[in-house]
Nanobody
Framework: QVQLVESGGGLVQAGGSLRLSCAASGRTFRTYAMGWFRQAPGKEREFVARINWSGSSTYYADSVKGRFTISRDNAKNTMYLQMNSLKPEDTAVYYC????????????????WGQGTQVTVSS
């Protein structure tokens, strides 16, 4: 079992940057695929980015490609999301998730979730 805790959210102006972290408990972190999702008020949870167990493979939603970077440090049991050139439409609660190796862009493929961290981008 994995417990996940996100941090790093906050209020930032459009064009600014934030770095989210997802700290995981347990010695099995390195075996999981990890993902970032977000949910804005009144909207469904949507996929942001995904990274495989080793960090060698990543992919992104089109809406964040070229602006966001997902990474992980298995020695620190931590995953990151570097967010640059933020836009007001990036405003949402951001969640990290852990799942089996095949977990991809669908939230239902993930088994463990953090509590979320709020990101607000002002125009």
């Amino acid at each position: 079992q994995v417990q996940l805790v996100e941090s790093g959210g906050g209020l930032v102006q459009a064009g600014g940057s934030l770095r989210l972290s997802c700290a995981a408990s347990g010695r099995t972190f390195r075996t999981y695929a990890m993902g970032w999702f977000r949910q804005a008020p009144g909207k469904e949870r949507e996929f942001v980015a995904r990274i495989n167990w080793s960090g060698s493979s990543t992919y992104y939603a089109d809406s964040v490609k070229g602006r966001f970077t997902i990474s992980r440090d298995n020695a620190k049991n931590t995953m990151y999301l570097q967010m640059n050139s933020l836009k007001p439409e990036d405003t949402a609660v951001y969640y990290c998730a852990a799942g089996p190796g095949y977990a991809g862009s669908r939230w239902s493929q993930y088994d463990y979730w953090g509590q979320g961290t709020q990101v607000t981008v002002s125009s």
